[in-house]
């Protein structure tokens, strides 16, 4: 965003991070939105630069496909969702920017049950799960949008805790056009995805997300009876009968109760719920930040 005059603001489409993070850096820019999380402590250090964070309804995850030929064996999904280590990944890849995730929902959404569940990570029970599992060894193919050089960061860091149990995962950035066609036509064992709610309610995301007619799983489950991280038919009824209700506790504890389904069928590693990062020029009054950040208040903003 740069300034014109007393009262006009010019709002500039600037897609690399980090070119946003230096531009507010050298005064070019009175805000940045959106900063690379990376970057938070150098601004934070920056004379004349006020940056803050915002947690978001949004998590970042791996979701393990429930019906691929390796895969589909419960054991090995539980091998890799404790051999995963989200509190390693936010501290020393995201520099502590977000929180690790315990659920596939932000904590910030009401129904959340990050509270209740608590983070399955440890080396010994993934061994011990792997020990029960029928795996012999194969790669498992684990697909990342291509453009995204954090993705790929925190991809060789769940590589790298699998490999130490005995889990051989291969890494493949997919173009971001391509992404989700392979990931929701069930062409890979793995795949990063960043999910949240883009409104006020984030309701909608339990069936886009865990139902069998949902997004995420309808091209598998029409075309082959399946899906990709759909548990199944008792999770269906769930998350309708929660879509359904008119009693908030009830709607509540339904989703809730699904994110206990899905997290005990291990088809989502949760990693983190993303902070985003604000920066601006400490000469400004800074907007008022909204926990989704297209909802910010940019009328606040005054010099």
Not at 141 to 148: A, D, H, N, P, V
Request: glycine share 8%; charged share 25%; aromatic share 8%.
């Amino acid at each position: 965003m740069g300034e014109t005059g007393d009262s006009a603001l010019i709002f500039e489409g600037r897609q690399d991070p980090r070119t946003r993070s230096l531009r507010l850096e050298s005064d070019e820019t009175a805000v940045g939105i959106d900063l690379p999380r990376g970057s938070y402590d150098q601004l934070d250090s920056v004379d004349g630069v006020n940056v803050r964070r915002q947690t978001e309804p949004r998590t970042g995850m791996v979701q393990i496909n429930k019906y691929r030929a390796v895969t589909n064996d419960r054991n090995l999904r539980q091998a890799i969702l404790y051999a995963v280590d989200q509190y390693e990944i936010v501290e020393q890849l995201l520099n502590g920017v977000g929180e690790p995730a315990h659920v596939p929902f932000s904590k910030v959404i009401p129904w959340s049950a990050h509270d209740e569940i608590p983070p399955h990570t440890g080396e010994e029970q993934a061994r011990d799960y792997l020990d029960q599992s029928e795996y012999d060894g194969e790669e498992l193919r684990f697909i990342i949008t291509g453009s995204e050089e954090e993705q790929r960061l925190i991809a060789e860091s769940i590589q790298r805790q699998c490999d130490a149990v005995g889990i051989n995962i291969g890494i493949e950035q997919v173009e971001a056009a391509a992404f989700f066609s392979q990931y929701t036509g069930g062409e890979s064992d793995l795949a990063f995805v960043e999910l949240g709610s883009i409104n006020g309610a984030a309701d909608y995301l339990v069936y886009v997300m865990y139902h069998s007619e949902g997004g995420d799983n309808v091209a598998q489950y029409e075309s082959e009876g399946t899906g990709v991280v759909n548990p199944g038919s008792e999770v269906d009824e769930l998350i309708e009968g929660g879509d359904t209700a008119f009693d908030r506790e009830q709607k509540h504890e339904a989703y809730r109760e699904v994110q206990r389904r899905v997290m005990d069928a291990a088809v989502t590693v949760p990693l983190y719920y993303k902070e985003h990062v604000l920066g601006w020029d400490s000469k400004i009054t800074g907007p008022d930040e909204h926990a989704i950040p297209h909802m910010t208040d940019w009328t606040t903003l005054s010099r």
